[in-house]
């Protein structure tokens, strides 16, 4: 959903992903590494949104559906599980900065499931 960068941009979303194609549930993979440089104190929230068009500008929260980084630029991994049954058509991982962004902190977001077979 989001390759493996170094992210400043707050309120930057994914791409859709188009549910559509995949069977069962979704982990949502989420690695935030250590800043690049310095310390800037700051803190990421990966919010899981969805829509039922390809456009994140249209996307809303799915409640319970987030990842915020423990702060302290701390490097963490974690997972969150998404039904596609239980969601709009398109998901969007929409990364909040809060804090500094500079410098910028690695992370990346990716989506692990089972492909529907026709």
């Known amino acids: ?3 493996a960068a170094s992210r400043a941009t707050n309120n930057a979303a994914s791409t ?3 549910l559509s194609v995949y069977d069962g549930r979704l982990a949502i993979v989420v690695d935030i ?3 690049t440089v310095g310390d800037a104190a700051s803190t990421f929230q990966i919010k899981m949104q969805d829509s039922a ?10 409640s319970g559906k987030s990842y915020v980084s ?3 630029n701390a490097a963490t991994v974690s997972t969150i ?14 990364v909040i900065i809060t804090g500094g962004n500079s410098p910028a902190f690695p ?3 990716q989506a692990v499931g089972s492909l529907r077979i026709s």
Do not use: E
């Open 81 to 94: 599980a998404i039904d596609p049954r239980a969601q709009n058509r398109y998901l969007f991982a929409r």
């Open 16 to 18: 859709g992903l188009d």
């Open 53 to 62: 068009t390809n456009n994140a500008s249209n996307a809303a929260d799915i």
């Open 1 to 3: 959903m989001l390759a």
């Open 107 to 109: 992370v990346s977001v």
């Open 33 to 35: 590494g250590a800043p």
């Open 70 to 72: 423990p702060g302290n």
